[in-house]
């Protein structure tokens, strides 16, 4: 079946530095794929959607100057934290589909924490 | 504004019991639902997919139905092991070219 890698899994970083997160489909090709952002004991919420070749678009509340998204290729989009902060700490996830009909294929997360 | 709603919050029950998990959405116009299973700490695993066509989907132990005009989906889940505790989420696609709507959750116990 499809598979979705994401890394890092988790990560540490200091308050005002910049995180870059990876999303790739390992075994098809991705024109949208999604990120989403989970905060503890409560559901996904959608971010954005990674459109290949053009710019993604931010759901209302998500600031785009702050999380950059880059979806250059077919199979790799990447997430970016900027300037980040204490606040920004949370579980990111991407999640992409290989074929109209299919569902949604997830990848790990991500963890981070800003200090 | 598509809202889909999962009860009940949480689950505690004992190994070998036959369970039920409900998700219901307020727009019925909806291109899939999808079941996904979450571990602590640990991205979704897709479970089963059913297409507004269908009635519904089969897996091992878990079953899901879809009810399309009352805006209903239930898993269920035969013989429960402890190795199904997790949350367990439903998540509605208005259109193909659309957004996942996810639901709020149900966390799942499985006592030995």
């Known amino acids: 079946g499809a598979v979705v890698s994401q890394h890092p899994s988790w990560v540490i970083c200091k308050s005002g530095t910049s995180v870059k ?3 790739r489909s390992l075994d098809f090709q991705a024109t949208t794929m999604f990120w989403y952002r989970q905060f ?3 559901s996904l919420m959608l971010m954005a959607t990674s459109n290949e070749g053009s710019k993604a678009t931010y759901e209302q509340g998500v600031e785009k100057d702050k999380f950059l998204i880059n979806h250059a290729s077919l199979t790799l989009s990447t997430l970016t934290v ?3 902060h204490p606040e920004d700490s949370s579980f990111y996830i991407c999640s992409a589909r290989e074929m109209e009909n299919y569902g949604y ?3 790990s997360g991500t963890r981070l924490t800003v200090v | 504004k598509q809202e889909v709603t999962q009860i009940p919050a949480a689950l505690s029950v004992p190994e070998g019991e036959n369970l039920v998990l409900n998700c219901s959405f307020t ?3 909806i291109y899939n639902l999808q079941w996904f299973r979450q571990d602590p700490g640990k991205g979704l695993t897709s479970l089963l997919l059913i297409q507004s066509s269908q009635r519904e989907q089969t897996s091992g132990r878990l079953n899901a139905s879809l ?4 805006g209903r989906s239930t898993l269920y889940i035969a013989a429960s092991q402890p190795g199904d505790s997790a949350t367990y989420l439903c998540a509605v696609l208005l259109g193909s070219f659309q957004k996942l709507v996810f639901g709020t959750g149900t966390r799942l116990l499985v006592s030995p």
């Open chain 2, 67 to 70: 009810d399309k005009s009352s």
């Open chain 1, 105 to 107: 294929t997830f990848g």
């Open chain 2, 27 to 29: 727009d019925s116009a």
């Open chain 1, 21 to 23: 997160i990876e999303c």
């Open chain 1, 40 to 42: 503890p004991k409560q």
């Open chain 1, 82 to 84: 900027t300037s980040a």
